[in-house]
């Protein structure tokens, strides 16, 4: 029994196709909504409390560098969530199975993933 199996594998050489890193992707930005919504669930409260800690929460959005991050990163999150969920259905219904036709969509997925973070990142710095 000589099989010839590697040893050790050098995980930085390793190349993940673009549709494991769209799936890995989706998957972690459900795990960054679900710990944003904390954030979001909190801020919410504070600000339906009175019209001054609603005015407190605008103005940490408006001029508080990590509360507008943490937007950023929860519309960020979403926009690609959405994406790929919606690549999902549309496999689902039978579309775009194929290896070269997934890896299309995959990439379609990725690519307005970073369009809809760059909308969002305008929309919450400007």
Do not use: C
């Amino acid at each position: 029994m000589s099989k010839q199996r590697p040893v050790n594998l050098d995980l930085r050489t390793i190349k993940m196709p673009v549709t494991a890193r769209a799936s890995i992707l989706h998957r972690i930005s459900a795990v960054v909504l679900w710990v944003g919504m904390t954030f979001g669930l909190i801020a919410l409260n504070i600000s339906l409390d009175s019209k001054e800690s609603f005015a407190g929460i605008y103005e940490a959005l408006t001029s508080n560098f990590l509360a507008q991050f943490i937007a950023w990163g929860l519309l960020t999150a979403l926009g690609y969530y959405s994406m790929a969920t919606l690549k999902h259905v549309v496999q689902d219904m039978g579309h775009f199975e194929e290896l070269e036709s997934g890896k299309q969509i995959a990439t379609v997925a990725l690519g307005a993933g970073v369009f809809l973070s760059l909308m969002a990142g305008i929309w919450v710095w400007a």
